[in-house]
């Protein structure tokens, strides 16, 4: 995966958002993780991408398309993927913190 920063503190200077784009290769899934007390906001430019969270012990795939919208609330643990495509994915993401939370997990 690549993440580019378009809108940040150092952009910018902007003090709360954080806002950029991911790119994801063909057959590439991250690990299970989570952002800490950021929200992020995604929005698909391209390819399908899946985000996959649990609830409740069961798994929830979220399968998207160009022109979907994803809201990852803090806290939550999730597996963004692109493992079942043969195209590149790419999103624009929104956070809520400067910083790139990632804590990762040893599963869902």
Request: proline residues 6%.
């Amino acid at each position: 995966m690549t993440r580019l920063a378009a809108l940040s503190g150092d952009s910018v200077g902007s003090r709360a958002i954080w806002m950029g784009e991911t790119h994801v290769a063909p057959g590439v899934a991250s690990g299970p993780h989570h952002h800490g007390e950021s929200e992020t906001g995604i929005y698909v430019v391209a390819g399908h991408p899946e985000f996959i969270y649990s609830d409740g012990g069961r798994e929830v795939r979220v399968r998207t398309k160009p022109g979907d919208y994803v809201y990852i609330p803090p806290f939550v643990h999730h597996v963004e993927s692109n493992a079942h495509s043969e195209e590149e994915a790419v999103v624009v993401i929104a956070r809520t913190t400067q910083e790139a939370i990632v804590e990762n997990l040893p599963e869902l």
